[in-house]
């Protein structure tokens, strides 16, 4: 394939990404079909099966699109000051904030948006907690990281993030967590927090 197939296959599924973003403005996800996706985005059924095997793919792509810019919870947690603000990354709840203007701008409502994320991340980076600094097992960070990720979505899309006291919320809610993770790294911990993955 060459670089403007290439171009032109990337711009197409760009488009059809796009179109889902409109389309979630005034539906939910489980009411848009295939058909009326390939039409809101000026393509053949047969050219969106070329691309996706169905809205749920597509939706997922519009998730790693939102997540593709976003700093991972150990940038924002175990970097210094200096760091973070050297850091081209968007924090999270920034992102899920900020929607008007893009094309996942109202897919952080769906319900799938949650499920979709935390299913992305699992599959691509580690906890988002250093396990061996907390002396927690993997399978401990990855419940800690689930907490600390539906609070911070569930603020985030709140009444609470559309206010003007949100950056006053925000720097709160910072505190809490390093004051949680603290508090966890440095208590005497029971052996069993460490007990081996295998056990589920």
Same mark, same amino acid.
């Given at each position: 394939?060459?670089?403007? !197939?290439?171009?032109?296959?990337?711009?197409?599924?760009?488009?059809?990404?796009?179109?889902?973003?409109?389309?979630?403005?005034?539906?939910?996800?489980?009411?848009?079909?295939?058909?009326?996706?390939?039409?809101?985005?000026?393509?053949?059924?047969?050219?969106?099966?070329?691309?996706?095997?169905?809205?749920?793919? #597509?939706?997922?792509?519009?998730? #790693?699109? =939102?997540?593709? !810019?976003?700093?991972?919870?150990?940038?924002?947690?175990?970097?210094?000051?200096? =760091?973070?603000?050297?850091?081209?990354?968007?924090?999270?709840?920034?992102?899920?904030?900020?929607?008007?203007?893009?094309?996942?701008?109202?897919?952080?409502? !769906?319900?799938?948006?949650?499920?979709?994320?935390?299913?992305?991340?699992?599959?691509?980076?580690?906890?988002?907690? !250093? =396990?061996?600094?907390?002396?927690?097992?993997?399978?401990?960070?990855?419940?800690?990281?689930?907490?600390?990720?539906?609070?911070?979505?569930? #603020? =985030?899309?709140?009444?609470?993030?559309?206010?003007?006291?949100?950056?006053? #919320?925000?720097?709160?809610?910072?505190?809490?967590?390093?004051?949680?993770?603290?508090?966890?790294?440095?208590?005497?911990?029971?052996?069993?927090?460490?007990?081996?993955?295998?056990?589920?």
């Amino acid at each position: 394939m060459t670089k403007v !197939d290439d171009a032109r296959f990337r711009k197409c599924e760009e488009r059809i990404q796009n179109a889902l973003g409109e389309l979630l403005s005034t539906k939910s996800l489980s009411d848009v079909s295939v058909s009326e996706l390939a039409r809101k985005a000026s393509v053949s059924r047969a050219t969106f099966y070329a691309h996706y095997d169905n809205v749920g793919d #597509v939706f997922n792509q519009l998730v #790693v699109r =939102a997540l593709s !810019d976003v700093r991972t919870f150990e940038e924002r947690f175990q970097c210094d000051a200096e =760091a973070c603000r050297e850091s081209n990354g968007v924090p999270y709840c920034e992102r899920i904030r900020s929607r008007d203007g893009e094309p996942w701008g109202e897919i952080v409502r !769906d319900a799938r948006f949650f499920p979709s994320m935390m299913s992305l991340l699992s599959d691509t980076e580690p906890p988002a907690f !250093d =396990a061996a600094s907390l002396n927690v097992s993997r399978r401990v960070a990855e419940a800690l990281r689930l907490f600390q990720m539906s609070g911070c979505h569930t #603020v =985030a899309t709140s009444e609470f993030a559309q206010g003007d006291y949100w950056p006053i #919320v925000r720097e709160v809610l910072d505190i809490f967590i390093e004051g949680g993770l603290e508090a966890v790294r440095t208590r005497r911990n029971p052996h069993r927090w460490n007990q081996n993955d295998s056990k589920r």
